[in-house]
């Protein structure tokens, strides 16, 4: 299956930060102190070579600097999230840590830690596994966020590995980090299915 664009991935992956985003505007400011905390979960497994890294790196870098998302993250109640970038395999690695996006230095700064750091994660599919790193991630954090997102992207729903995705999604589900956003709200009306497995709890 060929590739599509490389502009079009983009502008898929900047509407779904910007749809996340929309998704997180709250009512009213409660206990909170940021609007999202957002778990970026990315396929780091033996069937993703180093340029297709390095592609992801470069997209959400690109979508976290790119202007329509950073006015959507001033314009929530709080005027912040906070982001966390992982790869995932049989392994997982933190590449970006927790970090709040208040603006563009903030969101500058994100994207340079991201694309500076090697690969970590190795070995094959063990998506069970990542879930539950994200929901770690989530719970163990200092951030008080008025919503909770894992966003899950790979190539396969293969499990080869680790805990089975039923029971880590149940398990995720159960602690209430989860909240829906889809990766393209057009795809999802049609009723389009993507051909790399993504999306979020």
Avoid: K
Avoid at 87 to 110: C, H, L, N, S, Y
Wanted: proline share 5%; with cysteine.
């Amino acid at each position: 299956m060929s590739r599509p664009p490389a502009a079009c991935r983009y502008r898929g992956t900047m509407r779904q930060l910007l749809f996340c985003l929309l998704l997180a505007l709250p009512a009213a400011a409660l206990a909170q102190d940021t609007d999202l905390e957002l778990v970026l979960l990315a396929d780091a497994s033996g069937s993703i070579d180093s340029r297709e890294i390095a592609f992801q790196r470069q997209g959400y870098a690109a979508a976290l600097t790119d202007p329509e998302v950073l006015a959507a993250i001033a314009g929530t109640a709080y005027g912040t999230i906070a982001v966390t970038y992982i790869e995932w395999a049989e392994t997982t690695a933190v590449i970006a840590p927790w970090t709040r996006i208040d603006g563009a230095e903030a969101a500058a700064g994100f994207a340079a830690h991201l694309l500076a750091q090697p690969r970590q994660a190795r070995g094959r599919n063990a998506i069970g596994g990542a879930l539950l790193e994200g929901l770690r991630q989530i719970e163990q954090n200092d951030i008080q966020g008025w919503r909770r997102v894992i966003d899950f992207s790979g190539d396969s729903a293969n499990n080869h590995s680790g805990p089975g995705i039923a029971e880590a999604r149940a398990q995720v589900l159960a602690a209430r980090g989860h909240d829906q956003c889809p990766a393209d709200p057009a795809a999802r009306r049609s009723g389009a299915r993507p051909g790399r497995a993504r999306g979020a709890l």
